[in-house]
């Protein structure tokens, strides 16, 4: 069984800053691709920012030059440090790993259960 477990999130006055962040766990060797996706209330998921095993990043361009993600292989964690918040960008993030070897399986994609960031003006 693998599991991601988010950290992180709450409330916060827009142009301030929150950080969340999610471990993976369950007997895992590698994850290929983490990320950040979110879901406002009465709307679609939509992709926030994503982190290969490498390093190569891409991001929405909703929330380029503010978020940054990062990740730390050795810790299966991913990171999303949030800055200039608005509050469009209240909604519940979830956090994504795709390409999961573990001692056991392949699993090919897995989701947290969510935090709820939430940004008033």
């Known amino acids: 069984q693998v599991h991601l477990v988010e950290s992180g999130g709450g409330l916060v006055q827009a142009g301030g800053s929150l950080s969340v962040s999610c471990a993976a766990s369950?007997?895992?060797?590698?994850?290929?691709?983490m990320g950040w996706y979110r879901q406002a209330p009465g709307k679609q998921r939509e992709l926030v920012a994503t982190?290969?095993?490498?390093?190569?990043?891409n991001y929405a361009n909703s929330v380029k030059g503010r978020f940054t993600i990062s990740r730390d292989n050795a810790k299966n964690t991913v990171y999303l440090q949030m800055n200039s918040l608005k509050p469009e960008d209240t909604a519940v993030y979830y956090c994504?790993?795709?390409?999961?070897?573990?001692?056991?399986?392949?699993?090919?994609?897995?989701w947290g259960q969510g935090t709820q960031v939430i940004v008033y003006p």
């Open positions: 994504n790993a795709q390409g999961i070897n573990t001692w056991a399986v392949y699993k090919t994609e897995s």
């Open positions: 369950g007997s895992i060797i590698s994850i290929n691709a």
């Open positions: 982190i290969g095993r490498g390093g190569n990043t």
